[in-house]
């Protein structure tokens, strides 16, 4: 009876001792969460494994993550796969489709979106644009003459329509000047004239008399517009004023119209174009009736197909650029380990037990073996 006893107690002191150092062991994988100090000194295993080993550990992981979970070869395979795209294109026509049918005014559609003043936001938006723009492209151009900044065809073609030009001009104040209009214009300049000259030109005036004089000037100045040499030299003028003009910088043609001009003519055209339409108080839906089928059905695939091409020759330098590693690391460095230990448990709770029941079926059966030594000797 005594030797069973013996060996009972061998056993459960076993299989005690066994069960308790494995749960120990678990424990100890997260327990302590911070070391333990004693008189100064840290008491060893504090703090725990994991709590210890944190940073290598979340080292090791956003290494593993991109190494060999988050690969750029896993990734161009995914995106390869038929219908991830499909989806994405089904989910980027249902979105499209969906604001584009939208019957909200723009201005309402734009106030939902956030904006507090649509009309004054884009109007500054614009004014900002432009500014820049205009700033931008004529910065590499102040330095060279117009001549070198326009291109060669309209070149060609000013100097071309110099003369149908001249004769238009010529054409224009023929026709004034035969008109009542024109002839009342000579009477005016011709009493101006006479005014001019003092007592002199009343005297010539008194003498000529002016209704005789304007009928008499007048077909000179007919007959001086229709002659060829006058427009001929009407054409050299604006000739000359063009080469003048064109062989002038662009700095200096800024500086005599005046950028500030230049810049608010700009604005106030634009932004009038915009307002003139009435563009705001229009549903979204009547503006985009007419692309919102190629917008849906051509657009949206060209531009995700095009997207996914993109991605698939740029996944390695966007890996690269999100870093994923060193987010990896990041967040289990901020995770909880409390949090942590609940997880694991939690889902090797069933193994955990095994493993200490396992422990003290071992520490038994190490028991039954020590207490037949210890009988047998």
Same mark, same amino acid.
């Given at each position: ?86 989806? +994405? ?6 979105? =499209? $489709? &969906?604001? @584009? %049918?939208?019957? #909200?005014?723009? /201005? *309402?559609?734009? !106030? ?49 329509? +110099? ?6 001009? =010529? $054409? &224009?104040? @023929? %026709?004034?000047? #035969?008109?009542? /209009? *024109?002839?009342? !214009? ?62 002038? %910088? ?128």
């Amino acid at each position: 009876m005594e030797t069973v006893l013996y060996v009972l107690f061998m056993v459960a002191a076993g299989a005690i001792i066994g069960g308790v150092t494995n749960a120990l062991a678990i424990k100890m994988l997260f327990r302590p969460y911070k070391p333990i100090y004693v008189y100064g000194k840290r008491l060893p295993f504090t703090p725990g494994l994991i709590p210890k080993r944190r940073e290598e550990l979340a080292h090791q992981l956003g290494k593993m993550v991109v190494e060999h979970l988050l690969t750029a070869e896993g990734i161009r395979r995914k995106l390869m796969e038929a219908e991830l795209i499909d989806g +994405v294109i089904q989910w980027g026509q249902q979105l =499209a $489709d &969906r604001w @584009l %049918s939208s019957e #909200q005014t723009v /201005d *309402g559609l734009l !106030r939902q979106l956030g904006m507090r003043a649509p009309k004054e936001w884009i109007d500054a938006k614009i004014a900002q644009w432009l500014e820049d723009t205009y700033e931008s492209s004529l910065a590499p151009l102040r330095n060279k003459r117009i001549y070198d900044v326009l291109p060669a065809e309209v070149r060609v073609q000013v100097e071309k329509r +110099v003369s149908a030009f001249a004769d238009y001009i =010529a $054409d &224009r104040a @023929l %026709s004034y000047f #035969q008109s009542e /209009d *024109g002839k009342q !214009r000579i009477a005016q300049m011709i009493d101006e004239f006479f005014i001019g000259r003092g007592m002199l030109g009343n005297m010539l005036q008194m003498f000529l008399g002016n209704v005789n004089l304007v009928d008499k000037v007048q077909p000179e100045v007919i007959k001086f517009l229709k002659h060829q040499g006058t427009r001929q030299m009407l054409a050299q003028l604006l000739l000359d004023e063009w080469h003048k003009w064109s062989a002038a %910088s662009v700095a200096e043609a800024e500086a005599f119209i005046g950028k500030e001009r230049i810049q608010q003519s700009l604005r106030n055209w634009v932004i009038k174009a915009i307002h003139q339409n009435e563009i705001w108080e229009k549903k979204v839906a009547d503006l985009a009736a007419m692309y919102r089928e190629p917008i849906i059905n051509e657009w949206i695939p060209k531009s995700i197909e095009k997207a996914r091409q993109w991605i698939i020759g740029q996944v390695e330098a966007l890996i690269e650029r999100l870093q994923v590693a060193d987010i990896v690391r990041k967040e289990v460095e901020k995770f909880p380990v409390e949090r942590l230990e609940q997880m694991i448990l939690l889902i090797s709770q069933r193994e955990f037990k095994m493993i200490t029941y396992l422990g003290a079926l071992l520490g038994g059966i190490i028991g039954i073996f020590q207490a037949i030594v210890g009988l047998w000797f």
